[in-house]
């Protein structure tokens, strides 16, 4: 594709079950590509691949109902299990991201404001959180607010063992295989707030 635009109308014409896209294109923003993908293929899976992720890309892609994010300098193998994750219905956030080191950061992602609604509940990974029991939500949700497997067995009066058990679960149900992805997905899935 020579550009944005003809990357989207491409889209829009053939309806993929995965788009992959870059922030930075010719012609048209990643984010613009995305939020029309979302509105007009809301079925379509998006994985995006970007060498300047900054501290608030994130979140405005779980916003924007991104399914993944990868840093395209991760090694080849590495996108592969991204692909691979939200193609099976997962989702797949991993990059070295920067922190903010001052507001102007925030400026190099020209996007606007997302609405603050929640992505379409028909993406089939948002789905897979009513397979979770309320126990297996419980444990989600403070795993999500940072505490360690230690911690949550704590708070919830549980061998750190069955705390793990839940974990694996969790991530099994979800289709995702780190920490990172699972936080990205309650958020997503509103099991905690950003």
Do not use: W
């Not at 606007?112 to 028909?122: F, G, K, V």
């Amino acid at each position: 594709m020579a550009d944005g635009r003809e990357g989207l109308e491409f889209c829009l014409r053939e309806k993929p079950d995965l788009l992959v896209v870059d922030l930075f294109l010719p012609g048209m923003h990643g984010l613009e590509i995305v939020k029309i993908v979302r509105e007009k293929l809301p079925a379509t899976r998006i994985l995006v691949l970007t060498s300047h992720p900054d501290g608030e890309l994130p979140s405005q892609l779980i916003r924007q109902g991104v399914h993944g994010f990868v840093d395209k300098t991760a090694p080849l193998n590495y996108v592969l299990q991204a692909v691979e994750s939200v193609m099976k219905g997962g989702m797949f956030f991993a990059a070295n991201v920067p922190p903010r080191a001052n507001a102007a950061a925030s400026d190099t992602v020209p996007v606007r404001p997302a609405p603050q609604e929640q992505p379409p509940q028909s993406a089939p990974s948002l789905a897979a959180a009513k397979t979770l029991t309320p126990r297996e939500i419980e444990v989600a949700r403070l795993v999500s607010e940072g505490l360690s497997s230690k911690e949550v067995a704590s708070q919830l009066n549980l061998s750190v063992r069955t705390v793990e058990k839940h974990r694996a679960n969790i991530m099994d149900k979800l289709g995702v295989r780190e920490v990172a992805s699972l936080v990205l997905y309650c958020i997503q899935a509103g099991i905690v707030k950003s």
